[in-house]
């Protein structure tokens, strides 16, 4: 009995231990979040005068609406169409690609996949040069239709990985029912494969989407007018103007973060899948 | 005669095959060739010219960037700095997220879902959000550690001026922004562990940290050497953060491989230079990855 009682004393304290740990580790996380939103609502010299972590004493609007008086919308529209072309074509793409790759049989089906997949751990920086050349010579630097075809290329590794092994889980019967229906491999593909590989898809969708979203180098290497740049470089831009004013700054930051806690707040779950799909079996 | 009916539709059905096969690859191929393959041999092609990135004609100077790479003090120096941060991260990021997910997985991740949403938060910000977030946040003047440093009666604390703790500061932002990702990770590989596994130690009488050691761990380990290689191809490759917080400063404190890589190329206009940075990297990270990969391997082999 006393064994019992001394276990049970033993595992409060490592309880009581663990929430310590637990809340120092809350601390951290989100205090740098908080000195962001914090400050995005205050005066330039309020923030001087009355300490980072003191609440605002008004609801001071004025940085998000000299944020959203600049560039702003255009950075947003440009990240906007970036994403939507990219992202329809990956997916598109590396559907493509996986169907055969998961349901044909032929010689060179374990080669390619391996070579796609091996491209996994390519740094892009490899094709920096080179593709920064190749948009020069097409007249497409600095407009941001230089960024889908590198956005694609470099998500279509993960994508066919996940794809293929996602596509391999639809059951041959269904197949090759729809064979004897007189299905051929097109309108397999359309009618069969795609409709049924939409959790996969959507998984996928939010990986690359918040990739691409965030997407620095590419962006920062293959444009140069504001008005040709993407949501990841608005900071920038608002840093050359208001370097010293940190409400300003942390205003945009907080704006730019702002869609993905709003996928965040209404699509927990799927997010948070979808964002560590790149980790299954690294 | 029958026979040579089923192997000819057999052909067909094969040429079919292969003739869809083909169609439905060829975007992909096409995609990886143009904008990976190709570039990666021309990095290479580039790297034997002098080349300023606008002059008509580079001049072929073979292996000279080559020599001048293996020589170069300040790319070695970016390359320890690389090694430095990816042990570093391998040893903070992969304990503490699975030291957080043990902490929701043991408690009952329903009742604790409060931790679990907050400690993602660094999750949702991009790498330059990060970076800038952080170049305020610790400030000298009136940033999050000097405050606290001020209000316990100490002075402001310059931790990015400072050329003998920018490294080290760079590494516990990147391990802010990466922990939650291993955190989310663990939990996933605990959720593949049966409920049967856990119910029969706990039966056999085995205390929670017992079977934490004894069988969750081994249970866990293949998930957290998938983990470590991931992080360290990361770090290996890694270039958005540090090019905003510190632009590799102060001096060379906290250069990367790919920090270097595009201040030679797009700063300096040393593009052919550059491009022997990138093709090093390049072979550096495959080496190290392979080479662990086959180490892992071979251990459980």
Redesign the interface.
């Known amino acids: 009995m006393d064994k019992y009682r001394a276990s049970r004393v033993k595992s409060a304290a490592a309880w009581a231990l663990a929430f310590v740990f637990a809340i120092v580790a809350t601390v951290f996380a989100v205090m740098p979040f908080v000195f962001m939103v914090l400050n995005s609502f205050k005066e330039k010299f309020e923030m001087l005068q009355k300490g980072v972590f003191a609440l605002p004493q008004e609801l001071y609007l004025d940085n998000y609406i000299g944020v959203m008086a600049g560039n702003f919308g255009v950075f947003f529209r440009n990240s906007v169409l970036v994403l939507a072309v990219s992202l329809t074509l990956l997916l598109f793409v590396s559907a493509c690609a996986s169907y055969p790759l998961s349901k044909m049989h032929f010689g060179l089906a374990d080669p390619i996949y391996g070579v796609i997949v091996a491209c996994m751990s390519i740094p892009l920086h490899i094709t920096l040069i080179p593709v920064f050349r190749m948009m020069q010579n097409l007249h497409l630097y600095n407009t941001i239709w230089a960024l889908p075809g590198p956005y694609i290329a470099f998500g279509v590794p993960i994508s066919v990985f996940i794809l293929t092994s996602f596509m391999k889980g639809i059951p041959d019967e269904i197949i090759e029912s729809a064979e004897i229906d007189g299905c051929n491999k097109y309108g397999m593909f359309f009618r069969i494969m795609l409709p049924l590989s939409k959790p996969g898809l959507s998984t996928l969708a939010i990986y690359n989407g918040v990739n691409m979203w965030n997407e620095f180098s590419f962006a920062y290497t293959l444009t140069q007018d504001a008005a040709h740049r993407t949501l990841p470089l608005a900071v920038w831009e608002y840093r050359g103007q208001y370097s010293m004013n940190t409400p300003m700054i942390m205003a945009v930051l907080t704006l730019t973060v702002l869609p993905m806690i709003v996928l965040f707040a209404v699509a927990q779950d799927k997010l948070v899948k979808g964002m560590t799909a790149g980790a299954v079996k690294g | 005669m029958t026979k040579t009916a089923t192997t000819s539709l057999q052909r067909k059905r094969?040429r079919?095959?292969?003739v869809?096969?083909a169609?439905?690859?060829a975007?992909?191929?096409v995609?990886?060739a143009?904008?990976?393959f190709?570039?990666?041999f021309?990095?290479f092609h580039?790297s034997t010219f002098k080349w300023n990135?606008i002059d008509a004609n580079p001049v072929f100077i073979g292996l000279g960037n080559w020599a001048a790479l293996l020589k170069d003090g300040a790319f070695w120096i970016a390359f320890r700095n690389n090694i430095t941060i990816m042990v570093c991260s391998i040893l903070v990021q992969i304990p503490?997220g699975l030291?957080?997910a043990t902490?929701l997985d043991?408690?009952g991740t329903k009742k604790?879902n409060v931790?679990k949403?907050?400690?993602?938060?660094?999750?949702?910000?991009?790498?330059?959000?990060i970076g800038?977030?952080?170049t305020?946040?610790l400030?000298t003047n009136?940033?999050?550690v000097s405050?606290i440093s001020r209000f316990l009666g100490g002075k402001n604390i310059d931790l990015l001026g400072n050329p003998r703790l920018a490294l080290f500061t760079v590494i516990m932002v990147i391990a802010?922004q990466f922990t939650?990702?291993y955190m989310?990770?663990c939990m996933?590989a605990y959720t593949n562990i049966p409920m049967e596994v856990f119910e029969a130690s706990i039966i056999d009488g085995a205390?929670?940290?017992q079977y934490f050691r004894h069988i969750a761990l081994p249970l866990l380990m293949p998930s957290l050497k998938?983990?470590a290689?991931?992080s360290m191809?990361g770090s290996?490759?890694y270039?958005?953060l540090i090019?905003?917080m510190t632009g590799g400063g102060p001096g060379t404190s906290t250069e990367l491989?790919?920090t270097y890589?595009?201040k030679q190329?797009?700063k300096n206009f040393n593009?052919g230079y550059?491009?022997a940075v990138?093709?090093g990297?390049?072979l550096l990270?495959?080496c190290m990855?392979l080479a662990t990969m086959r180490l892992i391997n071979q251990k459980e082999g």
């Not at chain 2, 400690?119 to 991009?126: D, G, K, N, Q, V």
């Open positions: 094969a079919e095959t292969h869809a096969a169609v439905f690859l975007p992909v191929v995609l990886l143009v904008f990976i190709y570039p990666i021309d990095t580039i990135g503490l030291a957080m902490f043991f408690g604790l931790f949403i907050l400690w993602f938060i660094p999750l949702l910000m991009s790498s330059v959000a800038f977030l952080f305020y946040a400030a009136g940033g999050i405050t802010w939650p990702f989310v990770y996933a205390t929670k940290p998938s983990a290689i991931l191809v290996l490759k270039f958005d090019y905003v491989m790919a890589m595009y190329s797009f593009m550059g491009s990138a093709a990297m390049f990270i495959t990855a």
